[in-house]
């Protein structure tokens, strides 16, 4: 009940809202309440995300329009509306996701030319269990891209995984292409962290900061963990320093930029780590 009248009211406020937009004109693609996922569900929320990545996207792109883009795990394209000034005068937009109600959502929410999406056919634990279990390359060229994002993609991915899509990242950037990639950085920030943790909300976000402990071992690996809370790894990874740099190192890739999460109870941009990554 509780949610139906929220949907109910979240349709009418978006209406009037949008009838009130005068300097972000992408924010009119905001989806409803029920088609809002992964992890952030208040109109608020999803507008704020939006402008944070929308910042950082100017910063590391040198062209800012005309850019050929690849939103990995596009969902129902929060980070698509953040790219859409950067696509105007002849770029275009790639979004790919496994979940293929997610896709159907894309491709009637966002109507430009420009816009495109693709149902990659590979199983996640957490958001596609049923599908191939075989990794595939995207179905994209070479070189062919300015910019690669993934928001909390890496975090739900095995090492074995991230590792074959961190290639893939390497395979479809341009020589000067960059990719914004969030994780759960395992990092020293986050163990000095440890001793700030407690049952109540964080300081810096309203979750458990308990819920952001990873101590169990992902598959035996050394360097990819969960939370004890996971029923499978792939609901909430992390990833030792040491194994973030072993992956990148492994892909061809190196950090340009990094900016820490604010899920490790210090000031951060966004919630997640950030991480600039370019060609080695």
Known sequence: MKDKLFTWVDNIFRKVDRSHLRRTKNLRLIPDFKNRRGGKLAYGEWAHVIGIFQTIIYQTLVKKTGNQILDIGCGTGLLGIAL????????????????????????????????????????????????????????????????????????????????????????????DGKAIITFFCLDEDYEQSLSKRSDAPGRFHNTNQNDWIFKVSAYGSKNWFTVPSASIPENAIGVTRKGIDELLKSSGLKISQYYPGNWKENPGVFFQDIFVLEKA
């Open 84 to 175: 859409e000034p950067f696509v105007y005068d002849g770029g275009n937009y790639t979004g790919i996701d496994v979940m293929i109600e997610d896709i159907n959502f894309c491709r009637q929410n966002f109507k430009m030319d420009n816009y495109h999406f693709i149902h990659l056919d590979v199983a996640n634990p957490t958001y596609a269990s049923d599908q191939s279990k075989q990794l595939k390359p995207w179905p994209i060229a070479d070189d062919s891209h300015d910019l690669l994002t993934a928001l909390s993609v890496w975090t739900h991915l095995s090492e074995k995984d991230a590792s074959f899509y961190m290639k893939e990242v390497h395979r479809v950037l341009k020589k």
